[in-house]
Structure formats: structure tokens, C-alpha cells
């Protein structure tokens, strides 16, 4: 079965690549174990860049929408309707408003995690930060670097309000990880918590979480706008 992609507008892309793949996969023109074409031909058929296209997948993946198998390709993962349909809907009504309220509960949230992990991470925990921050699947990082935050601030409620959040976040990600100088201004975010956090400074770490978490706002307004 050959699936017919649409030419999707380049403003939103990442957005629209992933919401036509789920469509796709819910009325059944992908179907569970099929694999997607190649990267330069998906591309093509989107016509959206590659780097974006690969921004899409990762998200997809990291919802388990999508899984990617080494050496092989992409393929849909043997998800349910229901599954497909929760984050499909959220990002379809992610508004200024969604994106404000989603933001004021992590600002609310992480900031604190961010200062309770100053004063009690460990050097095994700063040092695992330390490595994540060298991954360059920047997408991949910025999930993995908020969840040991988290972790190493040693209050599991809080972790698991945030890992809720996270699942919610998702689709902002997909969003906002493709705006010009995005990745690189979070990754040096980034290091500035994990510098926070080394330095067992909890009014630097609550700074840093709060600046990068206000600016990634900001840029997902834009987005969305």
C-alpha cells in the first residue's frame, strides 16, 4: 500500500507533519507495522526540510506513535485508536492559551525541582546531567535533562506531576524545536541548570529553570500565535 502525503506550509511544518501522520495512522492509510518511505522521499512528498522531518519523527517516536529500528527505518508502532487520538488532540488545540497554561503549571513546578536538586543531588547525578548535556539529539536532551532534574530533586510527587506535564509537552517540543536558534539557545539553558545544580547553588538553579522555561514560553507563543 503506498500512502499519498500532502505538501505541508513550511511556517508550521513540524506541527502538520506530525498531525498528518496520525491522521493517517487513525483512518487507516498507515497501518500498524508499515514503514514509512525514506527520509530524502518523505521529505519530498512533505516538502519540508529533512532536519524537520527528523524533529517530527523523534517526537512521534517518543510518544510511541512511531518506532525506529536500526538499519531498517521507521515504522507505526501497533498503537490503539484511543492512544493515537490523546496526543493528536492536544496538539489540534494547542492555542496561546493551551501553551500559557501549560507553562505557568511547569513554572510553577520546575523552578522548585530545579533548587531542590541543587541541595541534594549527588555527584553521580550531576555527573549523569553532565553526559546527557552531550547528546546531540537536542530534543531527546531537553526530555531526558528535565526528568533527572526531577529525580535528583528527591520528591517523587513532584516528579510525577511533572512527568504528566512532560507527556503534555510533547507536542509544544515538536512545535518550537525547529525555530531558528532554538536548540542552541536551550542547550547553553541547559548547562547553566546543570552549572547550578554542580555548584549546590538552589538560587541559581530556581534563576536558570525560570529563564529558560519563560523564554521556551515565549517562543512557543510566537508558534502558536
Do not use: C, W
Not at 498531525?19 to 519530498?44: F, H, N, T, W, Y
Not at 526531577?150 to 517523587?156: H, P
Not at 541547559?190 to 519563560?214: C, G, K, N, Q, Y
Amino acid at each position: 500500500m503506498t500512502a499519498e502525503f500532502t505538501p505541508l506550509d513550511r511556517s508550521s511544518a513540524a506541527a502538520q507533519a506530525m498531525r498528518q501522520i496520525q491522521e493517517m495512522i487513525v483512518d487507516g492509510r498507515l497501518a500498524a507495522g508499515q514503514r514509512l518511505p525514506a527520509e530524502r522521499e518523505l521529505s519530498e512528498m512533505l516538502q519540508i526540510s529533512r532536519p524537520t522531518l527528523r524533529e517530527t519523527i523523534r517526537s512521534l517516536v517518543s510518544l510511541n506513535i512511531l518506532e525506529s529500528r536500526h538499519g531498517s527505518g521507521t515504522y507505526v508502532a501497533a498503537l490503539d485508536t484511543k492512544t493515537l487520538l490523546e496526543p493528536l488532540q492536544f496538539v489540534m488545540s494547542l492555542s496561546v492559551r493551551t501553551v500559557d497554561e501549560l507553562f505557568e503549571a511547569r513554572l510553577l513546578i520546575e523552578p522548585a525541582l530545579a533548587a531542590l536538586a541543587a541541595a541534594r543531588a549527588d555527584a553521580g547525578q550531576v555527573a549523569v546531567m553532565r553526559a546527557v548535556l552531550d547528546n546531540p539529539d537536542r530534543v531527546a536532551t531537553d526530555v531526558a535533562l528535565h526528568r533527572l532534574v526531577a529525580d535528583a530533586a528527591g520528591n517523587a510527587v513532584l516528579a510525577a506531576l511533572l512527568q504528566t506535564l512532560s507527556t503534555l509537552g510533547q507536542a509544544s517540543r515538536a512545535l518550537t524545536a525547529t525555530r531558528p536558534g532554538m536548540l542552541r539557545r536551550t542547550a547553553a539553558e541547559h548547562r547553566a541548570i546543570v552549572d547550578a545544580i554542580d555548584r549546590r547553588d538552589p538560587d541559581a538553579a530556581r534563576a536558570a529553570m525560570t529563564e529558560h522555561l519563560e523564554r521556551v514560553a515565549a517562543e512557543a507563543r510566537r508558534t502558536v500565535a
